[in-house]
C-alpha cells in the first residue's frame, strides 16, 4: 500500500521541503538584514575626507558642497560630495556638526513639518518634498537668495523658515512656526544631510522640477 503513494502525498517529504525553505529564507532574512545595516550606517568624517562613498555621510558633510547628477550607470541622479565649501560660514568640527543636525532633527520633529511635507519617503504631499530641498535651485541663482537679501544659499532657506510667510512662492502658504535663528540653523543643517543621502533616485520627480525650473517656470513645484 505505501510504495503506490505519489511523492505529493509523502508526510515526510513535505517535512523535508518545509525545513528546507524554512531554513533558507532564515539564512536570506540574515544576509539581507546585514547587508541592509551596512548600507544605511552612516559614514565617518575620515570617509568624506579620503573621497569613500557612503549611503548615509557623516554629518560633517555640511562642510562640503553637495551636486546632484545623472549617473548614466544607475539611470538616476545621485548626490556627488564636491569640494569644502563654508557652511554659515564656517568649517564645523565633527562634534559640532553632530549637534547641530540633533538640533534640526529635534526641531523637525516638534514642529512636525511631516504634517505636510514628506522627508525621506514619510509625511503628507501638502507642501514640496523636503528630501532634496537643499538642492532645489531656487535657493541661489538670484532667485530666493535675491529676494531674502542674504549672500548665501543656507542663509536665505533659515530666512525662509524664520519668516515663510514673508516669501510665498507657491499657491499654498508655510504658516510661521516660531523657529528661533539656532533652530533654522539646525534645521538647514538637518536638510542639507538629507540631500546628501543616496536615496536611489527618490524622490523620482525632483530632478523634472529642477529641469522645469531651468526652462524658465518659478512655481516648479
Ligand atoms: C501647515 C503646513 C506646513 C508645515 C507644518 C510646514 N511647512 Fe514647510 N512649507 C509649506 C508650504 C505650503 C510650502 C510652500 C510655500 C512656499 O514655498 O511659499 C512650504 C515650503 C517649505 C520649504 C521650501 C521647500 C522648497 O524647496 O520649495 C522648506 C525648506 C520648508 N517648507 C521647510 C519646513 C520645515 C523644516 C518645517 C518644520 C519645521 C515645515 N516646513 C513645516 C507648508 C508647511
Not at 21 to 33: C, M, Q, S
Not at 109 to 129: E, F, R, S, V
Request: proline residues 5%; positive net charge; contains cysteine.
Amino acid at each position: 500500500m505505501e510504495e503506490n503513494l505519489s511523492v505529493w502525498t509523502s508526510i515526510s517529504f513535505w517535512r523535508r521541503s518545509a525545513a528546507w525553505v524554512t531554513g533558507f529564507a532564515t539564512i536570506l532574512l540574515i544576509w539581507l538584514t546585514f547587508d541592509t545595516i551596512g548600507q544605511i550606517t552612516m559614514g565617518t568624517d575620515k570617509d568624506l575626507q579620503s573621497g569613500v562613498t557612503k549611503r548615509v555621510p557623516a554629518p560633517t558633510v555640511i562642510n562640503y558642497h553637495i551636486d546632484y547628477k545623472m549617473s548614466q550607470k544607475r539611470g538616476h541622479e545621485v548626490p556627488v560630495i564636491g569640494h569644502k565649501e563654508p557652511f554659515f560660514g564656517k568649517e564645523w568640527s565633527i562634534k559640532d556638526a553632530r549637534a547641530l543636525l540633533h538640533l534640526g532633527k529635534l526641531t523637525v520633529q516638534a514642529k512636525n513639518c511631516m504634517d505636510c511635507h514628506t522627508l525621506l519617503g514619510n509625511g503628507a504631499y501638502y507642501a514640496p518634498d523636503l528630501t532634496k530641498a537643499w538642492l532645489d535651485p531656487k535657493w541661489n541663482n538670484g532667485t530666493m537668495e535675491g529676494i531674502t537679501g542674504k549672500k548665501t544659499k543656507e542663509e536665505a532657506i533659515a530666512e525662509f523658515l524664520q519668516h515663510p510667510s514673508r516669501y510665498p512662492t507657491h499657491a499654498r502658504k508655510m504658516p510661521n512656526l516660531g523657529i528661533t535663528a539656532k533652530e533654522a540653523q539646525g534645521i538647514v543643517a538637518f536638510l542639507k544631510h538629507m540631500s546628501s543621502i543616496d536615496t536611489n533616485g527618490f524622490p523620482r520627480n525632483f530632478s523634472k522640477t529642477v529641469d522645469q525650473y531651468k526652462a524658465g517656470g518659478t512655481n516648479a513645484h
